[in-house]
């Protein structure tokens, strides 16, 4: 899959990038329309080819589903799976995130996740953040990339 030419919006080499839950359960679900861009992406991860960061609020929000439908063996593949990118770095909430989160809150009016994952990218060096919640656009502190925007 990855070769001369990547489709449109994946990272250049070595970029340090920030993702959103949305981006993980296209993948893990191989959504219809985004799995096979989200599954490039984790590829270019895993191959060492970018650094990504995220929140451990997307570990949260990807096992509340298998739990609630008492699932427990999904839940154990799923924190399996996301734990084995070697450069996918799993960013705990701490005072200063949840400062910058309610700023990024309040500033755009942004969902309490949302905000938290742009706090993370933002405070760990991302230059690009992905997701698919169109209230993205309106940040400016990091450069947002939709990924319905880059099928």
Not at 34 to 60: M, N, P
Not at 129 to 134: E, L, P, S, T, V
Request: hydrophobic content about 40%.
């Amino acid at each position: 899959m990855v070769g001369t030419s990547l489709p449109h919006g994946l990272p250049t080499p070595r970029q340090r990038i920030g993702l959103d839950t949305n981006v993980f359960i296209y993948f893990l679900e191989d959504h219809p329309r985004y799995g096979a861009w989200c599954a490039t992406l984790f590829e270019l991860i895993e191959r060492r080819q970018s650094v990504a960061v995220t929140s451990t609020v997307t570990l949260l929000e990807l096992l509340v589903q298998p739990y609630r439908d008492e699932k427990d063996e999904l839940a154990q593949k799923i924190f399996a799976l996301t734990s084995t990118y070697p450069k996918l770095e799993w960013i705990p909430p701490t005072m200063n995130l949840a400062d910058r989160a309610a700023e990024l809150r309040a500033r755009y009016r942004l969902s309490t996740p949302d905000a938290i994952q742009l706090a993370t990218a933002i405070g760990y060096k991302a230059v690009r953040f992905y997701g698919n919640d169109r209230g993205l656009r309106r940040v400016k502190e990091i450069e947002c990339l939709l990924i319905e925007d880059c099928i």
